[in-house]
T-cell receptor, first 113, second 117 residues
Framework: KQEVTQIPAALSVPEGENLVLNCSFT??????LQWFRQDPGKGLTSLLL?????REQTSGRLNASLDKSSGRSTLYIAASQPGDSATYLC????????????FGSGTRLSIRP | GAVVSQHPSWVICKSGTSVKIECRSL??????MFWYRQFPKQSLMLMAT?????????EQGVEKDKFLINHASLTLSTLTVTSAHPEDSSFYIC?????????????FGNGTRLTVT
């Protein structure tokens, strides 16, 4: 059974710092891994999708890496801004016919001005 | 592109009544949509997979008679919480993918906050 863990649960850093959010998964047989952002009381916004054959994806100040062998993914945020404050969720999608997607519990990020 | 619209954004209902939540893909067709439930400060829990033209696939522990899912068209799925009780109060979110085989990112609605009094 796939389990997805995100550490830390909460993170507060001053504006301008580069930071890394961690995501680990127990079953390396994933179809893809996706990072999302969730603002309070809102739905999820897709940030980056990494297919199982890929090692990383980049979008603007965001870079996500995937290491299936170690069961880890990281989300790197460069030059953080107060507007980056949100909860960041990673989700692993498996190969089952139901295409089950398992979410981590998220990291609540707060960027201090 | 790839916008998923969810309605209503919040609803308050009395215990024992039923509530319908709609999930629409506005600019793409989705043969499969997903319904999730999220408790405060917790992650999303997949409730069911909604398949256009066929019965939904429910996750273990989710009551199919309580959470009725209908996927009437390629752009609309509905979740009906029947005979709602206070413990059903939660944040419900739907998602859909515009691609085939889930190679495309999942896109989410903005969620529905259900409060049962």
């Amino acid at each position: 059974k796939q389990e997805v863990t995100q550490i830390p649960a909460a993170l507060s850093v001053p504006e301008g710092e580069n930071l890394v959010l961690n995501c680990s998964f127990t079953d390396s047989a994933i179809y893809n891994l996706q990072w999302f952002r969730q603002d309070p009381g809102k739905g999820l916004t897709s940030l980056l999708l990494i297919q199982s054959s890929q090692r990383e994806q980049t979008s603007g100040r965001l870079n996500a890496s995937l290491d299936k062998s170690s069961g880890r993914s990281t989300l790197y945020i460069a030059a953080s801004q107060p507007g980056d404050s949100a909860t960041y969720l990673c989700a692993a999608m498996g190969y089952s016919s139901a295409s089950k997607i398992i979410f981590g519990s998220g990291t609540r990020l707060s960027i201090r001005p | 592109g790839a916008v998923v619209s969810q309605h209503p954004s919040w609803v308050i209902c009395k215990s024992g009544t039923s509530v319908k939540i709609e999930c629409r893909s506005l600019d793409f067709q989705a043969t499969t949509m997903f319904w999730y439930r999220q408790f405060p400060k917790q992650s999303l829990m997949l409730m069911a997979t909604s398949n256009e033209g066929s019965k939904a696939t429910y996750e273990q522990g989710v009551e199919k008679d309580k959470f009725l899912i209908n996927h009437a068209s390629l752009t609309l799925s509905t979740l009906t919480v029947t005979s709602a009780h206070p413990e059903d109060s939660s944040f419900y979110i739907c998602s859909a993918s515009p691609g085939q085989g889930f190679d495309s990112p999942l896109h989410f609605g903005n969620g529905t906050r259900l409060t049962v009094t």
